[in-house]
């Protein structure tokens, strides 16, 4: 006789697997803390296997707890659209989709995006979470996030990704900065600048790094930060030089406050999708993907 798994057991394990602990997954789900270790314990008492290991206070998945953990998120993910689909007129889009995006995307193609994708499916409900590209990767990878968005390409074999739109970094300057009135920086003036740059991870980084490299040259890093904004402001304090996506400085090269220069660095990178294989990809995520393919990034 086949062991009688319930939704709600499924509901815990998801949480559990999601959270790390008994305590925050009860909270999330609104159950009492022993409703939840119960529940969670009838279920691996029902399959006759442990699903989690157990160091100290929290509960991390093992080998096999990973593998069921998409076929749960699939099978909550359908229990959602019956509902839905009961509930609603035919048709309809709604339902909630966990996206997942680095910042410079985040900050300046997705708002736009999100907000007219909304305007017309008005039950949708998009959460999006602004990272770099490492942790989108991360958040993709532990089914965290439905879809991410990165800067460049994913190298992690085990998600599916595909390019979206291409992107140009530039480097600037504060209007006076030594080297602000040259146009053209020679390979030396690259390698001997101070330069202000986004944190180790992000995609920004790794693209103008690798640009360096091509030159065979190694940059002189004054600064690593983790927002744009923060650089803007450390570049236009006279601080060093700063390599940015043109999409982030657009403004400021408009109103006089920041000033473009040109080298021989290869600055042209692809913004990609991201998503896992074994993620359920439900009609929302399937419509919110297409409608980012045919906008290809105007936001």
């Given at each position: 006789m086949s062991p009688q798994v319930s939704f709600r057991q499924l509901q815990v394990f998801a949480s559990v697997a999601r959270l790390g602990t008994v305590s925050a997954a009860a909270e999330a789900l609104s159950l009492s803390p022993s409703?939840?270790?119960?529940?969670?314990?009838?279920?691996?008492?029902?399959?006759?296997?442990?699903?989690?290991?157990?160091?100290?206070?929290?509960?991390?998945?093992?080998?096999?707890?990973?593998?069921?953990?998409?076929?749960?998120?699939?099978l909550l993910d359908d229990m959602a659209g019956f509902v839905a689909a009961a509930r609603e007129p035919e048709g309809e889009l709604r339902g909630t989709l966990d996206v997942s995006a680095s910042a410079t995307v985040g900050t300046y193609l997705l708002p736009g995006l999100v907000g007219r994708f909304s305007e017309a499916h008005p039950r949708a409900d998009l959460r999006l979470?602004?990272?770099?590209?490492?942790?989108?990767?991360?958040d993709v990878l532990r089914l965290e996030a439905d879809l991410g968005l990165i800067e460049g390409e994913c190298r992690e074999p085990a998600l599916v990704s595909e390019p979206w739109c291409e992107d140009?970094?530039?480097?600037?300057?504060?209007?006076?900065?030594?080297?602000?009135?040259?146009?053209?920086?020679?390979?030396?003036?690259?390698?001997?600048a101070p330069w202000i740059l986004r944190e180790p991870g992000s995609g920004t980084r790794e693209v103008f790094e690798q640009a360096m490299r091509d030159l065979g040259l190694m940059p002189r890093v004054r600064m690593s930060l983790g927002q744009h904004e923060a650089?803007?402001?450390?570049?236009?304090?006279?601080?060093?030089?700063?390599?940015?996506?043109?999409?982030?400085?657009?403004?400021?090269?408009?109103?006089?406050?920041?000033?473009?220069?040109?080298?021989?660095?290869?600055?042209?990178?692809?913004?990609?999708?991201?998503?896992?294989?074994?993620?359920?990809?439900?009609?929302?995520w399937q419509a919110f993907k297409v409608f980012l393919v045919e906008s290809r990034g105007d936001g």
């Amino acid at each position: 006789m086949s062991p009688q798994v319930s939704f709600r057991q499924l509901q815990v394990f998801a949480s559990v697997a999601r959270l790390g602990t008994v305590s925050a997954a009860a909270e999330a789900l609104s159950l009492s803390p022993s409703s939840t270790s119960q529940a969670l314990a009838d279920l691996e008492r029902q399959l006759g296997v442990a699903l989690f290991e157990r160091p100290g206070r929290r509960l991390v998945l093992n080998e096999l707890g990973r593998g069921l953990l998409p076929r749960a998120e699939a099978l909550l993910d359908d229990m959602a659209g019956f509902v839905a689909a009961a509930r609603e007129p035919e048709g309809e889009l709604r339902g909630t989709l966990d996206v997942s995006a680095s910042a410079t995307v985040g900050t300046y193609l997705l708002p736009g995006l999100v907000g007219r994708f909304s305007e017309a499916h008005p039950r949708a409900d998009l959460r999006l979470r602004l990272r770099n590209t490492h942790e989108v990767v991360g958040d993709v990878l532990r089914l965290e996030a439905d879809l991410g968005l990165i800067e460049g390409e994913c190298r992690e074999p085990a998600l599916v990704s595909e390019p979206w739109c291409e992107d140009r970094l530039v480097v600037v300057a504060a209007p006076g900065h030594s080297l602000a009135s040259r146009g053209d920086l020679e390979d030396g003036d690259l390698a001997e600048a101070p330069w202000i740059l986004r944190e180790p991870g992000s995609g920004t980084r790794e693209v103008f790094e690798q640009a360096m490299r091509d030159l065979g040259l190694m940059p002189r890093v004054r600064m690593s930060l983790g927002q744009h904004e923060a650089i803007k402001q450390a570049v236009l304090a006279g601080l060093g030089l700063g390599c940015l996506s043109a999409l982030s400085v657009a403004g400021e090269r408009e109103r006089g406050e920041l000033v473009a220069l040109d080298s021989r660095l290869v600055l042209c990178r692809t913004f990609s999708l991201v998503w896992h294989p074994e993620r359920y990809r439900s009609p929302l995520w399937q419509a919110f993907k297409v409608f980012l393919v045919e906008s290809r990034g105007d936001g």
